[in-house]
């Protein structure tokens, strides 16, 4: 059974870089089957869709953040992050790495619980 | 403002049948992208329940069917459940700019 777990900071200051890490177990990211993602929801808001990337490396990430958006792969453990820079108050959310299709706009089928990062000085 | 909208809330009596709209554009839905459909329960992570318009995720009963036509897509509820009271996302593509993935803003269903 494929299972994601997200860890990283949960306290940011603003103007500083959000950085998290999604483990997989049970799976590879080096399947060329699938893609993997970021989605956030702030508190009592609802989906935001950051990004993706890809066993070759590829990203795609969300227009409204890509200036700001960095999402990596870590073959040797089994693991893909993402990186927000210069992060304000809006950020604030809660993170959730999950798994998704090969294709553009294909549906994401296992997720991670999530972990919130809250955005404060 | 969500590229797809959905009702804020819908509600039902239990053993009634409860639909819930998503509609896009022709830069989404309309333009033959797929959409697909998670339930979230307080707390947790959303789960996959209609993927690819119409298809059961693995696990999800008979009572979730999903649907598209042009701009918009459905979830129908049939039979509801108490435990069907939660929050609902359809999710598509856009194909603006460079393209992304979109949500829309989320259904609070009621079960009354």
Known sequence: ???LQE?????????????????VS?????????????IRQPPGKGLEWI??????????????????VTISIGRSRNQFSLKLASVTAADTAVYFCARGGVRRGGDFDYWGRGTLVTVAS | QSVLTQPPSVSGAPGQKVTISCTGSS???GAGYDVHWYQQLPGTAPKLLI???????????ARFAGSKSGTSASLAITGLRAEDETDYYCQSYDNRLSGYVVFGG?????VL
């Open chain 1, 26 to 38: 049970g799976g590879s990211v080096d399947s060329g089957s699938y893609s993997w993602g970021w």
């Open chain 1, 1 to 3: 059974q494929l299972q």
């Open chain 1, 7 to 23: 860890s990283g900071s949960g306290l940011v200051k603003p103007s500083q870089t959000l950085s998290l890490t999604c483990v």
């Open chain 2, 27 to 29: 830069s989404n839905i």
């Open chain 2, 51 to 61: 993927y690819d318009n119409d298809i059961r995720a693995a696990g999800v009963p």
């Open chain 2, 106 to 110: 989320g259904t609070k269903v009621t």
């Open chain 1, 51 to 68: 990004g993706y990337i890809y066993q070759t490396g590829t990203t795609h990430y969300n227009p409204s953040l890509r200036t700001r």
